[in-house]
């Protein structure tokens, strides 16, 4: 079973985050899962930054 607004609750699937690209054909990519998996760790490997990340639950 994955991450859905069954498994989850509606809260976490729509917080009311709005993302804007900045061209049309720029991509948006999601890291979703469990806590403690590595999420920021990949996020901060892939930018090269070191940001701490959260939900907005």
């Not at 729509?14 to 979703?32: R, S």
């Amino acid at each position: 079973m994955g991450l859905s607004r069954e498994s989850m609750g509606i809260k976490s699937v729509d917080c009311g985050l709005e993302i804007k690209k900045k061209e049309p054909e720029d991509l948006v990519i999601a890291l979703a899962g469990n806590p403690n998996v590595g999420k920021s760790t990949v996020f901060n490997q892939m930018t090269g930054m070191n940001q701490h990340t959260g939900s907005c639950i």
